[in-house]
């Protein structure tokens, strides 16, 4: 009888750690908020053809809901995709030499899409399940606007932003709460780097931006 119960126990012990375990063919998706977090620095405002001394363009940070899908490939390897609502960013720019402060230059959204590899280094019935991982960005710029402070200055403007392809380090953590539900945490370093042109009836402003933002996400995941 002890025994029985002892053997009933065992199973399922091992039962429950099988069924909290990240296996070969789960999808995981996790929903949650993002914040895109520029470091951003760019190369001198070009007026016209001629480098404005000290100056420079910003890029200022943005929440939004964010939603990941990560496909096991193997118990340690994952395939992530993240996709999110747009994220819309304030530019401003640091006039330098033109002695006109810090204004607000323009605003943009984007979207950035991101395909990562991601390696699980714990056994697969931790309930802690730490990863690493790297891949590829996509960004793309919609919707951008010169900031009426700007247009102050130099009448109606358009503002132009290329996109962006370039690597991205990612580190996160699931906690297993049960065998379907966890929190995670993700951590993005992605190189977002943009060609900004402002361009006025009468004048022209181009600079290079790196803005090169860290991503954070908290979020709900559910295996299936
Ligand atoms: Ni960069």
Known sequence: MRLTA???????TFVSAQALAHQKGDLIIRGGIANVDPDASSSALVLDGTAIGRSEADVEDNFQLGLTFTYMLSDNLGLQVLASTPFKHEITADTGDLGLGTIDAGETKHLPPTVSLHYFPMRPDSRWQPYFGAGINYTTFFQEDVDSELEGVLGRGDLTLDDSIGLSLQAGL????????MINFDLWYVDIDTDAEF??????????????????????GWRF
Request: hydrophobic share 45%.
């Open 6 to 12: 002892l053997a009933v126990s065992l199973t399922l």
């Open 174 to 181: 699931d906690y297993r709460i049960n065998e379907n539900l």
């Open 199 to 220: 361009e006025f009836a009468n004048n022209r402003i181009r600079t290079d931006v790196d803005i090169d933002p860290f991503v954070y996400m908290v979020s709900i």
